[in-house]
């Protein structure tokens, strides 16, 4: 089993930045690569960045140049800052650890709310 605990969600103006978390534990070891999704309400979720145990990262595109995702592994901590926030960013974000063929893990989701 992994827990994920995120946090650093918040209301924010456009234009603006937010750096959210997600600490790992238990089976750390099972992890291939860790992700951050969200869903805006009446959407589908989404993956908006991701980063695997070898350090190679990939973005939607309409976040590319905007957010920046990074991990520590000392800390078991996965980061995504995100700057030049748009209204278009208000979702419910959530970490994700993939796991190969175990199922995935997670995270109970923290809320970014940007206004105009």
């Known amino acids: 089993q992994v827990q994920l605990v995120e946090s650093g969600g918040g209301l924010v103006q456009a234009g603006g930045s937010l750096r959210l978390s997600c600490a790992a534990s238990?089976?750390?070891?099972?992890?291939?690569?860790m992700g951050w999704y969200r869903q805006a309400p009446g959407k589908q979720r989404e993956l908006v960045a991701a980063?695997?145990?070898?350090?190679?990262?990939n973005y939607a595109d309409s976040v590319k140049g905007r957010f920046t995702i990074s991990r520590d592994n000392a800390k078991n901590t996965v980061y995504l800052q995100m700057n030049s926030l748009k209204p278009e960013d208000t979702a419910v974000y959530y970490c994700?650890?993939?796991?190969?063929?175990?199922?995935?893990?997670w995270g109970q989701g923290t809320q970014v709310t940007v206004s105009s």
């Open positions: 980063i695997t145990s070898g350090g190679s990262t």
């Open positions: 238990g089976s750390i070891f099972s992890i291939n690569a």
């Open positions: 994700n650890a993939e796991r190969g063929l175990l199922p995935d893990s």
